[in-house]
T-cell receptor
């Protein structure tokens, strides 16, 4: 597609429920990133996928968070047993290659509200 | 630990009033410094990337510069449509996977 696509754009859920957020990267981009933007805070790295390599999960805040990338394209971020502190905007980015000059292009994000 | 600090947190300008935004960083080997613009309800939009001290890049009313410790985003004769949050981020040489470390952003408001 023309840009990074994320769905849903908004998600309201109850505490304790599981949620899935989807990211469709720019066609041909091999690297995919998830970030979280909480109110009043900067973007925080969560997880990174590059081709068939093992993902870098170093930014995931707890074991309730997981992500997968199927077929080297679409990625799903899953949050289990959601908590109120999980409320944030979840942003996905993709880049062409993992090099010093890679530029990450972002989607519009999914705004998650946990009641 | 890689770190980015942006100042000021908020900046209010009159149309045509030039100013600068600051991004101070500490990183173990800089791969790249990135500037993004973010409008409310949207994802960050890429503006510039700088790779070495002394480098400068321009786009319309914006000019980004880089030293070994900080970057400036200069806005010349701003217009109301330049109102947005400007984000600075660094990519360290020892970052696994090229993840970006972001500052908190500077919220710019330009009044007509």
């Amino acid at each position: 597609g023309a840009g990074v696509s994320q769905s849903p754009s908004n998600k309201v859920t109850e505490k304790g429920k599981d949620v899935e957020l989807r990211c469709d990267p720019i066609s041909g981009h091999t690297a995919l990133y998830w970030y979280r933007q909480s109110l009043g805070q900067g973007l925080e790295f969560l997880i990174y996928f590059q081709g068939n390599s093992a993902p870098d999960k170093s930014g995931l805040p707890s074991d309730r968070f997981s992500a997968e990338r199927t077929g080297g394209s679409v990625s799903t971020l899953t949050i289990q047993r959601t908590q109120q502190e999980d409320s944030a905007v979840y942003l996905c980015a993709s880049s062409l290659v993992r090099t010093a000059k890679n530029i990450q292009y972002f989607g519009a994000g999914t705004r998650l509200s946990v009641l | 630990e890689d770190q980015v600090t942006q100042s000021p947190e908020a900046l209010r300008l009159q149309e045509g009033e030039s100013s600068s935004l600051n991004c101070s960083y500490t990183v173990s080997g800089l791969r790249g410094l990135f500037w993004y613009r973010q409008d409310p309800g949207k994802g960050p939009e890429f503006l510039f990337t700088l790779y070495s001290a002394g480098e400068e890049k321009e786009k319309e009313r914006l000019k980004a510069t880089l030293t070994k410790k900080e970057s400036f985003l200069h806005i010349t004769a701003p217009k109301p449509e330049d109102s947005a949050t400007y984000l600075c981020a660094v990519q360290g040489a020892y970052n696994q996977g090229g993840k970006l470390i972001f500052g908190q952003g500077t919220e710019l408001s330009v009044k007509p």
